[in-house]
């Protein structure tokens, strides 16, 4: 690949712009940058300074289209327009995730010459020929954050353009694949305050940055989270996934607890942070008693573990 001019639309995360760097042989990146994912374009400054701040040294340059939030038609169209306004621009090599299939379509009708690379979780190759041309490093937190104008502090406290956010230390932080995860988990001391702070802060990193660089999860603050954050854009929700990371799965038993709230038909338990483990009673219990139980691995749809005695397992 060597000398090779390359384009990088970049649709749902800029993890991608980090991978792209890292190929040897390239000449020059072009990123084709979808407007939903940079509102605030002073973000896109701070992101090219951010590249050379991490050691890349291949020259970047940028152009901006509608995304494929514009519709098909409307996204096609923004990238006619691009191209009309680089008429003398025709890459060698595009590069192809699977949030850019619809821009990598249009550009393949304009420029046919130009061959298709597609990353493939840590592997690029060239396609039609599925020659395996790369294989890259994960993608660093570090790295991605600061890709963001973002930085974890110490105390596990998020800072955005250097200014630290109003929202509590986060509880978990993590790639998952070529997007970072940010999580908070509600203590039985959080107040209103606290998750309208979390609330806050989200917006503020979404106005900045777009939505769908980052999975955002509030766990354990119930409705109340709801009421500060867009459902859409944070997921209050727990998966089997979730209560994995905090060593919780089918079997893990929890003995000599007490319920946190009862009612005549179920009893909800604190397991790990910010998770809900709920047994099924058949009357009211008292919310003093300890039990012994034992996960299932089944999620309720509200996002609890549903638990079982495990006295009543053991005499099944």
């Given at each position: 690949?060597e000398?090779?001019?390359?384009?990088?639309?970049?649709?749902?995360?800029?993890?991608?712009?980090?991978?792209?760097?890292?190929?040897?042989?390239?000449?020059?990146?072009?990123?084709?940058?979808?407007?939903?994912?940079?509102?605030?374009?002073?973000?896109?400054?701070?992101?090219?300074?951010?590249?050379?701040?991490l050691?890349f040294?291949?020259?970047?340059?940028?152009?901006?289209?509608?995304?494929?939030?514009a519709?098909?038609?409307?996204?096609?169209?923004?990238?006619?327009?691009?191209?009309?306004?680089?008429?003398?621009?025709?890459?060698d090599?595009?590069?192809?995730?699977?949030?850019?299939?619809?821009?990598?379509?249009?550009?393949?009708?304009?420029?046919?010459?130009?061959?298709?690379?597609a990353?493939?979780?840590?592997?690029v190759?060239?396609?039609?020929?599925?020659?395996l041309?790369?294989?890259?490093?994960?993608l660093?937190?570090?790295?991605?954050?600061?890709?963001?104008g973002?930085?974890?502090?110490?105390?596990?406290?998020?800072?955005l353009?250097?200014?630290?956010?109003?929202?509590?230390?986060?509880g978990?932080?993590?790639?998952?694949?070529?997007?970072?995860?940010?999580?908070?988990?509600?203590?039985?001391?959080?107040?209103?305050?606290?998750t309208?702070?979390?609330?806050?802060?989200?917006?503020?990193?979404?106005?900045?940055?777009?939505?769908?660089s980052?999975?955002?999860n509030?766990?354990?603050f119930?409705?109340?989270?709801?009421?500060?954050?867009?459902?859409?854009?944070?997921?209050?929700?727990?998966?089997m996934?979730?209560?994995?990371n905090?060593g919780?799965?089918?079997?893990?038993e929890?003995?000599g607890?007490?319920?946190?709230?009862?009612?005549?038909?179920?009893a909800?338990?604190?397991?790990?942070r910010?998770?809900?483990?709920?047994?099924?009673?058949?009357?009211?219990?008292?919310?003093?008693?300890?039990?012994?139980?034992?996960?299932?691995?089944?999620?309720?749809?509200?996002?609890?573990?549903?638990?079982a005695?495990?006295?009543?397992?053991?005499?099944?």
């Open positions: 690949m000398g090779v001019r390359l384009l990088v639309p970049v649709g749902g995360s800029r993890g991608n712009i980090i991978q792209a760097c890292k190929l040897e042989g390239v000449a020059g990146i072009h990123l084709l940058l979808t407007r939903s994912l940079f509102p605030n374009p002073d973000t896109v400054k701070q992101m090219l300074q951010s590249l050379i701040d050691g040294e291949t020259p970047v340059s940028v152009g901006f289209i509608d995304g494929p939030e519709g098909p038609v409307g996204c096609r169209d923004s990238i006619n327009e691009w191209k009309g306004s680089r008429e003398d621009y025709v890459p090599q595009i590069f192809v995730t699977g949030s850019t299939l619809l821009i990598v379509a249009s550009l393949s009708r304009l420029f046919p010459s130009a061959g298709l690379i990353l493939r979780g840590r592997e190759f060239r396609l039609p020929e599925e020659e041309i790369s294989t890259l490093a994960p660093e937190l570090d790295e991605y954050l600061a890709l963001h973002m930085e974890l502090t110490g105390s596990q406290k998020l800072k353009n250097g200014i630290e956010l109003e929202a509590k230390p986060l978990d932080c993590k790639m998952i694949g070529t997007r970072a995860s940010l999580t908070w988990f509600s203590s039985r001391s959080d107040s209103k305050k606290p309208q702070m979390i609330g806050s802060s989200i917006r503020k990193i979404v106005e900045s940055i777009g939505i769908g980052f999975e955002f509030a766990f354990g119930g409705p109340l989270m709801g009421n500060s954050s867009d459902p859409k854009v944070v997921n209050t929700i727990p998966d996934r979730h209560f994995r905090e919780i799965e089918e079997g893990t929890e003995c607890v007490s319920p946190i709230h009862t009612n005549p038909e179920r909800l338990f604190i397991l790990g910010g998770l809900t483990g709920e047994l099924a009673t058949d009357s009211q219990i008292d919310k003093r008693e300890k039990f012994d139980i034992r996960a299932t691995g089944e999620i309720t749809e509200k996002g609890r573990m549903t638990m005695l495990i006295e009543e397992e053991e005499e099944e």
